[in-house]
């Protein structure tokens, strides 16, 4: 008994020491809540993002539990700090007390032995045969390079435009930078190819990676794995190019990484680090400077002062070069306002957030524990905007920046700092500073919509939509759920909206008429005279929004297809159309201007009949029905298909030849034949609408342009029809417009 006893004692003391150890170390915990499992303060986080108000969901929880806190970020418990001696600490203790930390879908899309997976050694080998390329006496050779590029760019997608959207050229432009920089991939099929496959597996970089053939991320993975083989090509050509020496070692990234050697002269990275390495650099430098350069063109179109200052800097520069001579490296170091402009961009609104370490060990910082394994978040912001480091931290000013050296170590972290601060530094540099001086000295610019941002990278409607026909599974990564996630977003922002327009009606400063919401707002019942509620308006918005999204769009693609593959409909409806044109000045098209695009309309309805843009529609029996001796029971539902009407020889004759002046007498149709917008009391009450828009995107579509179509014919049903390519099409303008 006594032997027993001791031997539960001796089991006991580690036990308990154990214990008391836990219990000490989880006071030493910092304070805050990890959240529900899983989602934590994840959603919260992303929700704050889109809404572009993380900085203040941060600066809440400092107030709440001070400088140091915890919380659950994508699954892991995640220490969160911030302030100069916080980015000191993360950046000084990384490969000692962190490790890089990224997401599962990143590690997979780009590769085990990318930079960012990297620690210790084989992050600095990997990193120096980078910096071997990106490092500044490198890059000041390409300075040249960089110029055609953007010079190319702007007379292909500026030049002769009156209205461009900035972020998705943008970053075309720097991810063609990347193509001829950093691979050495001229212009023609192959670099398309390599952007199309590039585009796909971005979009899956940060989504939950649950490998099923519908999610975005098995799209991604296939896109990278096309990406990969692309690459292992070009590197498999770079190679023999340097063998047989008819390619220099400094030609671009790939030459340069192939060339360097180890002591026992091989090549010093291996053939996965070298093309995951690649890829990482095109996903970092993509996404980076394009937005800088689009925050930059807002600023200068919203900051008449800092635009004059600017163009007087670069005009200067313009004087010293003759016709057609590129820049060079001595020429942007000149450039000292505009990349005191640009630094003010990155303070205030920096491309990267913040980033996430691991705690390789447990670790203390200000006086709590950070326990090994649990994550650490640092966020780029909380410094830039903090008052005692950038006085009046939300006004904008470049001036801050005229004596570098004032601003104290660790505060302007915009691209990191440590060892892996950002190698793409001096890269991004240059394709800013270059982009500035053509875009400032060539062109003028005004913003046409609104300036609001927010930090999310797709288009939260678009997601809604992709949604609205999937099978409804409410899992994580289901189009079903995302759409979910795009239709709160979507409704968020019209409440926003539905709020603002009633005060500006109370306050009369718009009209009842003035649009949609407005007019639903001050609409009363005819039976009650009672008004619409908010979810009444706000859900009905969201429906015409989706019905007038996807119906004209079709309409107009087919009417495009039709029109390039029918060149006798071509000439007679570019012939109505002209005449209108010739009536007219300048001005806009009228109602009555529309009225006589008789011959058009019938194109557009004979498109409509053949293509109708929506294929059927289901009702639920309320009773018993019988219809043709059969019965349809209570609670069935009854689909109906369009097409099987449209193409009924009895009623249409030869059904599959298009045939406008079928319409051409339109009493002669029987009623319920031609149902495009349905029929009887939920008869689509967008037609008008509808019509005005086609008839006068297509009058400006003919009589500018000319167009032939690039790739196939065909269509699929999703359940819109859609062409299978999406119509790609190489448009000529007819005349200047
Ligand atoms: C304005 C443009 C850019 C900004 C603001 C920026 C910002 C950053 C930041 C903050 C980091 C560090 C993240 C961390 O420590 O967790 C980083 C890392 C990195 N950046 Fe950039 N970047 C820019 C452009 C580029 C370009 C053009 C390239 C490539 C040509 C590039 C390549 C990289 C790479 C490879 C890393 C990982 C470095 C490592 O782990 O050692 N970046 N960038």
Redesign the pocket.
């Known amino acids: 008994m006594d032997a027993l006893l001791l031997t539960v004692f001796l089991f006991l003391i580690p036990v308990f020491f154990l214990l008391t150890r836990r219990k000490k170390s989880s006071e030493r915990l910092p304070p805050g809540s990890l959240g529900l499992p899983i989602i934590g303060q994840s959603l919260g986080l992303l929700r704050a993002m889109r809404a572009n108000t993380a900085e203040k969901w941060l600066e809440r929880r400092i107030t709440r539990y001070g400088p140091v806190s915890k919380m659950s970020l994508f699954g892991k418990p995640t220490v969160f700090i911030h302030g100069q001696a916080a980015n000191k600490f993360v950046f000084n203790n990384d490969g000692t007390s962190f490790t ?1 930390q990224q997401p599962e879908s990143t590690r997979m899309i780009l590769g085990d032995r990318n ?2 997976e990297l620690s210790g050694e084989d ?1 600095k080998r990997v ?1 120096s045969a ?1 910096m071997f390329f ?1 490092k500044p006496e490198s890059l000041k050779r390409y300075v040249g390079k960089m110029d055609e590029e953007i010079r190319n760019h702007l007379e292909m997608h500026w030049h002769g435009k009156q209205k461009i959207t900035v972020l998705p050229l943008m970053k075309n432009l720097t991810f063609n930078i990347i193509c001829s920089l950093l691979f050495g991939v001229e212009r023609g099929p192959r670099r398309d190819e390599l952007i199309e496959c590039f585009r796909q597996m971005i979009e899956g970089l940060w989504s939950v990676p649950v490998n099923l053939p519908f999610t975005r991320y098995n799209q991604s993975l296939k896109a990278s794995k096309k990406v990969q083989k692309m690459l292992k090509e070009l590197v498999c050509e770079k190679r023999v190019q340097l063998e047989q020496k008819t390619t220099s070692p400094l030609q671009d990234l790939v030459t340069c990484l192939l060339n360097i050697r180890n002591i026992n002269n091989e090549e010093e990275l291996t053939e996965n680090e070298i093309l995951h390495n690649i890829m ?2 095109m996903v ?2 993509y996404d ?2 394009s937005v ?1 350069i689009t925050f930059l063109l807002r600023l200068l179109a919203n900051e008449p002062a800092i635009h004059a200052a600017v163009l007087q800097e670069q005009e200067e520069i313009a004087r010293s070069k003759s016709s057609g001579e590129f820049l060079t490296w001595e020429d942007l170091s000149k450039m000292k306002y505009t990349w005191r402009v640009t630094m003010e961009i ?1 303070r205030t609104t ?3 957030f913040g ?1 996430m370490r691991t705690a390789i060990k447990d670790t203390e910082y200000g006086g709590f524990l950070i326990p090994k394994g649990w994550q650490v978040f640092w966020a780029i912001p909380m410094t830039h905007n903090d008052g005692s480091i950038f006085p009046e931290p939300s006004n904008f000013d470049p001036s801050r920046f005229e004596n570098q050296a004032s601003v104290p170590p660790y505060s302007f972290v ?3 700092g440590g060892s ?1 601060i ?3 530094y001096e ?2 540099r240059i394709e800013i500073l270059v982009s500035i001086h053509y875009m400032v000295t060539q062109f003028t610019w005004k913003l046409c919509a609104d300036n609001k941002f927010s930090r999310v990278p797709m288009p939260c409607f678009q997601k809604m939509i992709e949604g609205m026909w999937s099978v409804p599974v409410k899992l994580p990564f289901t189009r079903y759920s995302q759409s979910l996630k795009g239709s709160k977003r979507v409704q968020d922002i019209i409440k926003d909206l539905i709020s603002e327009k009633r005060i500006e009606l109370e306050q009369k400063i718009a009209s009842p008429l003035q649009d949609l919401i407005t007019c639903l707002l001050s609409s009363r019942s005819d039976n009650n005279g009672k008004v619409m509620t908010e979810k009444e308006i706000l859900h009905n918005i969201m429906l015409v929004m989706v019905a007038g999204h996807d119906t004209s769009s079709v309409v107009l693609t087919f009417l495009l297809r039709l029109l390039a593959n029918d060149p006798v409909v071509h000439a007679t409806l570019l012939q109505e159309q002209e005449e209108i044109a010739r009536s007219k000045s300048s001005e806009e098209l009228t109602w009555k201007d529309l009225a006589k695009m008789k011959y058009t309309w019938r194109v557009v309805m004979e498109t409509m009949r053949i293509t109708p843009p929506i294929f059927g529609g289901f009702r639920s029996a309320l009773k018993d029905i019988e219809f043709d001796r059969f019965l349809i029971p209570k609670g069935w539902q009854i689909f109906w298909a369009m097409p099987m009407t449209h193409m009924d020889d009895d009623i249409f004759p030869e059904p599959s030849k298009f045939d406008p002046n079928r319409f051409e007498n339109q009493a002669s149709t029987p009623p319920y034949s031609f149902v495009p917008f349905g029929g009887g009391p939920r008869k689509c009450p967008g037609y008008e609408f509808a019509r005005i828009e086609i008839l006068v995107a297509i009058h400006y579509m003919v009589t500018q342009f000319t167009w032939k179509l690039c790739a196939d014919n065909n269509f699929s049903r999703d359940p819109m029809p859609v062409p299978t390519q999406g119509l790609p099409i190489k448009i000529t303008p007819r005349k200047a417009c």
């Open positions: 890089s930079i960012l992050h990193r980078l990106l990482v650099v970092a430098g980076t400077s800088v990155l920096p491309p990267v980033g915009a691209f990191g892996r950002c190698p793409g890269f991004a």
